[in-house]
Nanobody, 124 residues
Framework: QVQLVESGGGLVQAGGSLRLSCAAS????????MGWFRQAPGKEREFVAG????????KYADSVKGRFTISRDNAKNTVYLQMNSLKPEDTAVYYC?????????????????WGQGTQVTVSS
């Protein structure tokens, strides 16, 4: 059974940084793409960043390009989201997800497995 556990969320001032982690278990980690999504109150879940199984291909939402970096450590079965220059509009619950493909997709409905989420709050 695939399990994803996020950590690293918290409260930070605008302009600050956070690093989220997502620990995966239950199958061969480096075979599959991983994605980060977020959902703010009253809004739909949206794609933030994705990374291929090997880590060689990354994708980002336009709203986070240049500020967020996704990476993975396949030896630790963990994917990371480094978030810099945070803005109040980045406030949301952040989720990691995985499915059965090697290249990350940007649509939430394409993902089978989800973590429980971690809250990120950016104060102005």
């Amino acid at each position: 059974q695939v399990q994803l556990v996020e950590s690293g969320g918290g409260l930070v001032q605008a302009g600050g940084s956070l690093r989220l982690s997502c620990a995966a278990s239950g199958r061969t980690f480096n075979s599959y793409a991983m994605g980060w999504f977020r959902q703010a109150p009253g809004k739909e879940r949206e794609f933030v960043a994705g990374i291929s199984g090997s880590g060689s291909i990354t994708k980002y939402a336009d709203s986070v390009k240049g500020r967020f970096t996704i990476s993975r450590d396949n030896a630790k079965n963990t994917v990371y989201l480094q978030m810099n220059s945070l803005k109040p509009e980045d406030t949301a619950v952040y989720y990691c997800a995985t499915d059965d493909t090697v290249v990350a997709r940007t649509v939430p409905g394409a993902y089978k497995y989800w973590g429980q989420g971690t809250q990120v709050t950016v104060s102005s």
